[in-house]
Each structure stands twice: as C-alpha cells, then as structure tokens.
C-alpha cells in the first residue's frame, strides 16, 4: 500500500462526513448508503472502489454534494488537484458558503500554483487566497484552515507572515499537531531562506518562546557554538512552555559538530526519552525521517502511546548500529554528520516540478519515503542514506547539464548504484534531481571507466544506441529503486580496520541458563611501541551486548585493556580474554567491539545467534573449545570450567608441531542401575583444503582429490549425567591446511547420538 496516499486518506476521509452533514435532507437512502460505503473504501486506501461507489451515489442523485466531496477526496488522494479543484467548483455552484468545499478549493489552488509559470501561479495563489480568507470570515476555528493559509505564505516565501498565522493557529487549536510541529518547520524555513543578519532581526523582534530558541538555533547553524550552546542551554532551564524537544536536538547537532558523540547522543536519548505526546515524537521523527523505510514509516503511522515512540527510535538506532556494544551509537554520529554537511551543501526547499524535472520520460519511480524530504535536493538526500559516494565524476561542457555523477560500488547486501544528479535547464540553483541518463558525448567520455556500456554507446550505430541508452536508463532506475528504500552505513577514512579473532561458545548453566561465553584474542604492540605510550593509556576499548529481537538491551558488559596488563603475556604478543553472560535460550543480537585508542583503529560484529536450551532433558553437546594448554585449576575465574583452565584459541589457528587441546561438555547421559553413565566419543580430524607447496602442488594437478581423515575412538565413564571432555589431539602427521573436527557422542545406555563440529587451521 501507499503509505503517503493511506495516510492523506485517513486524514481526509472525515472531510467526506463533513460534506454528507451539510447535504440537504431528504436523500435517496440507497444513494446515502452508497456515501458510507465510498467512506469506508477512503478509509481504506481503495481508491478506485471509492471513486466507483461515491459516482454511482450520484447517478442516483445528481447534485448529491456529498458524494462529490467524496470524489474530490479521491482526486487529492491521488494529487490530482486540477481535476479536485472541478468537484469542488461544482460544489459551490449549488451551495455558495459551502465551507469543506471552500476550504479544500483554497487547498487545490495552491497545489496547483507550485507547478506554473510565474504569472499562472499568481493567478491560482490568489485564488487560494481568497478562498482560505473566505473561510475564515465565516468561521476562524474552521479545520486548520489557519495552519494551511500560513503554508501558502511559505509557498510565496513570505516567512515572517507564515510564521505569524502558524502562531495565531496555534493559539486557536493548540490540539492541532500538525499546526505545532509545522511551526516549527515554519522558523526553519525562516533561517534556511534569509540571510543570518535579517533573520536575526526579525527573530529578536518578535517576544516568543519559539523566537528565542531559534536564537540559538541560528547561531548554531553559523558555527557560533559556544553562544548557541550558552543560549539554548539557558532556554531550556527557563522551563518553556512549548516543547523542548527541538532544542534538545539542536544539542546533538551542536556537540557532534564539536566531535563529542558521547554528549551529543545523550541529549538525543534525552529527546527520545523525553516524549509525551505525539508532538514531540514527531518532532524527533523530523530528524529520523529521511532514511525510514516504507515499512518503519508505517510502522510509526500506526504508534500512539509515548513509550511506543520511544522504543521505535531505539530499536531503529541500535539495529543500524554497526557496533551496538561500543560506547556510543557510531550509525547515529554518522547519520548527524551527514545531516550537518547536508545542512551547507544540500538545502532546497522549494518544489519539485514537472517542468524542472530531467527525468521528462518518466523512467524513474520514488517509494513513498522519498516525498517526506522537504528540505534537501536529491543529492542531499542519498547522501544522507548512503554517504559519501566512491566515486564522483562531474562534467563541465556547454553542451551538457550542469551534472554530478554518484558510484556506489557493490557490496555483499546490495548491486552497484550509480546516480546522475542534474539541474535541469528550467531549474534554479542547487535544485539537483536524478535523471536517467545523459547521452551527450562528452558525459559518456567522461565515465567509460565506469561501465562498457559507455564506451559502446560512444562507437556504437544508431540501433545498439538505442538499446545501450535503455539499458543506462533501467540501471539508473534500478539504482533509485534501491537508493532512495535503503541506507548504509560508512566509515571516515581516519577509521581504519582492527585485525582480532573471536570465538562464540554455548553451555549449560544453573537454572535452566545457557552460558554464552565470548573468547577473544588481541595483537599486542611490540615492547619498543609499549615503551613509547603512557602508562595510563589503554590499549584497547572492548566489550560485547546482547539484544533481543525488538533490540531491548538484555546484558552490556565493557571493558579496557591498561598498558600495565600486558607485562606477564611473554613472546606469543596476543592478549586473550572472555565474556560470560547466563541468560533464557532464546534468540538474540549478539554484538562485538574492540577499539583501540593509540590508533583509531576499530573491528567488531554483530549476528544474530539461537541460545540451544541444555534444560530439556535430551541427549546433548556444548560447543567445542579448542585451546593451546588445558590445566587442572580451581575457582570460577575466567577461563576456569569444572576445575580445569583452558588457554582457548579464538583464531582457531594451531601449531602442528603442539598438541591440540579439545574441550567440550555432554549433558543427560541415560544412568544405569547404579546410576553410572558410559559412553564413546568418536573423534574425526578432516582435512578440508590442503596447504599445499612444492612436490605436492606439482603431483596435485594430476588430481588426486583424498581427503586424509584422522580418526580416535574414546569409551568414558562418568558418576554422573553430566560429562566434561577434554583431549590432547597430535595432529602433526596430518600436514598444514583446514581442517574439520567432527566428535560424535554415542550414549551406550540410550542408544542416542549427538554430533558437533568446529573448524580449524594447522600451521
């Protein structure tokens, strides 16, 4: 469904109840039950059978106003403010003072100005003049008719007269929430349009609460951040009565233009937290809007109660977190980053028309989403969903549009997108929209690195040029298809990679737990680095957490690496560590970080993990541990099971020439009559792939595809139902390469089997 058209149609569905009240009495009760039914397919998002139900309502009768009021909906719905404009015309003919039809006639001519010539829209505007003003003077509290009368002024570019309608609005209909988060937007538009000297003036002028928050706010905007911050600060503390949340917002902005992510998130978990109505949550949906999918738009549609808003806001964070158990949101530091940069480079708030549209073929299909950005061009608003691009190529002819050319090149989750941004020759400045493609010489020369295609279509003949030039088209389509419905997020080039390992393990733990344990394994700077850093200095900044599906936060556990550490870890230069958490077998996110300071450098994972349940009382295995050493120890410390500390491998790579250590658990032996258990445990070693050299990668080209197995075969007994299993396995005959560890478990009293597996490496 379309989410923009369901929800114009379920905020305009009632106009259809105002109309049927003002139609006069007595009408034909089939035609007014044809009138409901037409209501309900509007409520529906059914256009089409509301269009069908509401005409055959006026077959019945033919100055039925009710039912035209029924069609102009339709044709709003759809955006055809001409032919709304027709019914709504036709309306007035029978009842003059009509005010729904006034009202909505003011609206289409105001839609329809955006798309004219200047002296044709002139003509529409002050036809929507009229008619709002007409409305008024019959009765002031109508609808919202303020609130839209203030938005035609925005359209004219008159702010400051927008702005004063939107405050008179408000104080008549404070429930309006449209009027109170369209205020604000209102300013906004005030600062994007005016020069800092003029909207300062105006702002200092006028004694509002608003007027003295986008003080700050403009400030902000100037890089004058020390006032802004001095200003919004002190706004906030005088407790204003209209809502907080924009400023709270305009402090996330502020700190993550000074590089300090810990605080700017703070204050945006302040907003979100902070929700009491729908006002307020709208107002941080401002900020978020532009990259919700159609699913997360309808999603938010459909929300009411404030701790509803809330964990929407958290839950769309911290699942495109690409490290959720780092110490701040990195996804959100980059979406405001892009949002700033966006904010200098990116601004259009005017209309997108049919006439300054490049894409005059109209090969290019938006998504829903798309038509919630009103403040940026379409460059603005993919870089916002996707960052910068890895390549841009501009160029710069006569002959051609002025043009900006986008690559994003293909990744494990998405195809190659490219987009060619153009101000079309009837657009103003900074109006980029997508086109499908360029055909002019000189733009194909400029890309052929980019795609054969290119260079073909350069030297092709005229048929091939026709088939190649749709193609190019096609692509660009698919690429806006894709675009525009999804986000990714980047890195800055001051980030780079951290090369680590880590391990995930499961076990049985007290009350129906499961153990899930983390190991991890750390390249350590040479001793020459180490002498070289402060004592104070940490290494490394780690930790792990653990989300359920609706990404509430159910275990964080963080943690550092001081220099002083380091001094017992010897020649082998790794430092190894673990996370435990005891929680219900269920499934989880499961996330990963490591930092290490001295460098920037950063590495984590996030995956999605299925807790097996060791409570039912069913024949089972752990996960298999290998480990460098196994040792008979005491106590629970890290690394310490069922007195036995294990030296794990969270590479999995071992050396040949030393044993490998195994260790797993089996939980629910069958007892015998005593109340023993007995069992055999089959060890497989597979060689997987072959580390071959020499001789051996000689002879391989002839085949010779065996894959050399190892064997061994252990009977055990235990006192109990449960079973912890270690093994020194010698693997130095079997030669380097990859290798699979298969050991099954036969339970000799049941008969049952359990069989786990874990891949390694030998060197």
């Known amino acids: ?341 966006a904010e200098k480079h990116y601004i259009y708030d005017r209309f997108h028309s049919w006439f300054n549209n490049p894409d005059k073929l109209g090969y290019l299909k938006y998504p829903p989403t798309y038509y919630l950005n009103d403040r940026f061009n379409d460059r603005g608003l993919i870089y916002i969903r996707h960052g910068e691009p890895e390549e841009r190529v501009v160029t710069v002819s006569p002959s051609v549009p002025t043009n900006d050319s986008w690559l994003y090149g293909r990744t494990k989750d998405r195809a190659e997108m490219v987009f060619h941004f153009v101000v079309d020759e009837n657009a103003s400045a900074n109006n980029w929209r997508v086109a499908p493609f360029l055909p002019q010489p000189q ?7 980019w795609d054969p295609k290119y260079f073909r279509l350069l030297r092709g003949d005229p048929l091939e040029s026709l088939s190649l030039t749709e193609e190019l088209a096609r692509k660009s389509a698919d690429a806006v298809e894709v675009g525009f419905r999804t986000d990714r997020h980047t890195w800055s080039k001051e980030v780079k990679p951290l090369e680590f390992a880590s391990y995930t393990a499961f076990f049985k733990a007290p009350e129906g737990n499961t153990a899930l344990e983390v190991y991890y394994s750390l390249p350590l700077p040479s001793n020459k680095e180490l002498a070289k850093m402060p004592d104070t200095m940490a290494l490394y900044e780690h930790g792990l957490t653990l989300h359920d599906l609706q990404w509430k ?42 930092r290490q300071p001295a460098t920037q450098r950063l590495e984590g994972w996030k995956q999605d993990f299925r807790l097996p349940n060791f409570a039912e009382n069913e024949l089972a295995m752990s996960s298999i541990v290998l480990a460098s050493a196994i040792e008979p120890a005491s106590g629970s410390e890290s690394f310490v099971k069922n007195g036995l500390r294990l030296s794990p491998t969270p590479s999995r790579r071992c050396d040949r020439k030393k044993p490998v250590y195994v260790y797993f658990e089996v939980y629910h032996l069958a007892p015998d009559a005593e109340g023993k258990s007995s069992f055999v445990v089959e060890y497989t070693a597979l060689l997987r792939k072959e580390e071959k050299s020499g001789a051996k990668k000689f002879f391989a080209l002839f085949g010779g595809s065996a894959k050399p197995a190892t064997t061994l075969v252990v009977e055990r007994h235990a006192d109990t139902a449960t079973s912890a299993e270690y093994l020194a396995l010698d693997l130095g005959e079997t030669g380097k390469g990859e290798f699979r560890l298969s050991i099954k478990v036969t339970d000799q009293q049941s008969g049952k089997q359990k069989e786990g597996f874990v891949d390694f490496a030998l060197f």
């Not at 001094?567 to 269920?586: L, S, T, W």
């Open 1 to 341: 469904m379309n989410t923009i058209r369901f929800m114009l149609a379920m905020t305009l569905a009632a106009t259809v109840s105002a109309s049927l009240a003002q139609t006069p009495s007595p009408v034909d009760a089939t035609a007014m039950r044809l009138i409901e039914e037409g209501k309900a397919w509007l409520a529906q998002n059914e256009l089409k059978k509301a269009e069908e139900t509401f005409r055959a309502a006026l077959k019945r009768d033919k100055n039925l106003t009710a039912a035209m009021a029924g069609l102009g909906e339709v044709e709003m719905i759809k955006q055809n403010w001409g032919d709304a404009n027709d019914w709504y015309e036709k309306i007035l003919d029978r009842e003059p003072k009509n005010l729904d039809a006034m009202h909505h006639r003011a609206l289409c001519y105001r839609e329809t100005g955006k798309f004219k010539a200047i002296f044709l829209r002139d003509l529409d505007w002050k036809n929507s003049k009229k008619y709002f003003e007409g409305v008024l003077a019959q009765d002031s509290l109508y609808r919202d008719t303020i609130f839209q009368y203030a938005l035609l002024r925005r359209y004219d570019e008159k702010y400051e007269e927008a702005i004063l309608l939107g405050h008179h609005q408000v104080r008549l209909k404070p429930e309006l929430v449209t009027a109170q988060r369209g205020l604000f937007r209102l300013y906004q538009y005030l600062l994007d349009n005016r020069s800092e000297k003029d909207a300062l003036k105006w702002l200092q002028a006028h004694d509002s609460e608003h007027a003295q928050y986008f003080i700050g706010e403009a400030f902000r905007c100037t890089e004058k951040l020390d006032s802004a911050e001095v200003l919004l600060r002190k706004w906030l503390a005088s407790a204003p009565a209209i809502n907080t949340t924009p400023a709270c917002l305009s402090l996330v902005r502020l700190n993550y233009q000074r590089e300090q992510p810990q605080a700017a998130e703070q204050f945006f978990w302040q907003a979100v937290d902070g929700i009491r109505n729908q006002v307020d949550a709208e107002l941080v949906f401002e900020d978020v809007k532009y990259i919700v999918t159609e699913a997360e738009l309808e999603e938010f549609s459909q929300l009411a109660a404030p701790n509803e808003y809330t964990a929407f806001f958290r839950r769309r964070w911290i699942s495109r977190d690409p490290t959720p158990a780092a110490g701040f949101n990195i996804r959100l530091a980059e979406h405001y980053r892009r949002l700033l940069y």
């Open 443 to 449: 733009f194909l020369e400029d890309r052929v690195h």
């Open 553 to 594: 936060e159910i275990e964080r556990q963080n943690g550092r690496i001081p220099k002083e550490k380091t001094a017992d870890i010897g020649k082998e230069q790794h430092f190894v560590g673990q996370y435990r958490f005891f929680v219900k077998p269920d499934s989880y996110h499961v996330a990963f970080f490591v």
